[in-house]
């Protein structure tokens, strides 16, 4: 805060002591001229005197104007110095918890970390009960076959529906999976049919040209001499007695292994081994209406 101006270089100050010194000098030169005409006791001039009286008054005009002024104030232009730093004081109280912040945006997903060390091992478990597993071993195998069977049988409609030769009495079909002779009359077999048997030109022609445009060379055909060397039959047991178209030369059998029958594409039969794996030809008798 600023202190009233009391000092000497005040404007307030100033003032009245021009007035001072003017009063002053007016003083000295009506002296020295009142002396000059012989004292004091001599008359003043009117115009002097009037002067004298105008002069007064507006000295005392000037002296109530500054003294009705507000005193001006001074306030200090020099700069403080500052002093020595203090001692650091004792650190205050912990203040209360503020509010909590607004949740901040999910960060980046984080580097995988390294494997841990394996932990320590389990408990010893408690024994298991006696199981008679022997019966559901059986049935679970059993079960096992009978999928097996399914997903044979769907396989061979799938292929059946792809394909399929017919006559009057029955129907023909390519199995293009490679089986041995044995093999094949049991696939033909568990499907209620057996290995073709042509008995006729035109069972004969009918599925030669199926294996020749399905692009094939050779196929089982249901005719063996398994049962007596030379004497070939049907796989129904009925003997080759009104049909047969061997090729020429054929049957040849030198050393005795060739009990099985295949068609080529051309139509004729070859005798050859049993254990070979080929195509084979499937048929079916139509059931009557």
Known sequence: ????????????HKVL????????????????RTRAMGGFGAPLRRNQFILLVFFLLQIRSLGLDID???TAE????????????????????????GNIGKTGPIGKKGDKGEKGLPGIPGGKGKAGTVCDCGRYRKVVGQLDISVARLKTSMKFVK???????????????????????RESLTHCRIRGG???MPKDEAANTLIADYVAKSGFFRVF??????????????????????YSNWKEGEPSDPYGHEDCVEMLSSGRWNDTECHLTMYFVCEFVKKKK
Request: charged share 20%; glycine share 8%; proline share 6%.
């Open 74 to 97: 001074v306030c200090a232009t020099h700069t403080i110095s500052p002093g020595p730093k203090g001692i650091k004081g004792e650190l205050g109280d912990v203040g209360d918890q």
């Open 1 to 12: 805060m600023c202190a009233p101006d009391t000092s000497l270089s005040s404007p307030k």
């Open 194 to 196: 057996m290995l073709a």
């Open 17 to 32: 002591l021009k007035i001072k010194l003017f009063v002053w000098l007016f003083w000295a030169t009506l002296f020295g």
């Open 68 to 70: 009705s002024r507000p």
């Open 159 to 181: 292929n059946v529906i792809a394909g399929i030769r017919e006559t009057e009495e029955k129907f023909y079909y390519l199995v293009q999976e490679e089986k041995n002779y």
């Open 221 to 242: 055909i249901g005719v063996n001499d398994l049962e007596r060397e030379g004497q070939y039959v049907f796989t129904d047991n009925t003997p080759l007695q009104n």
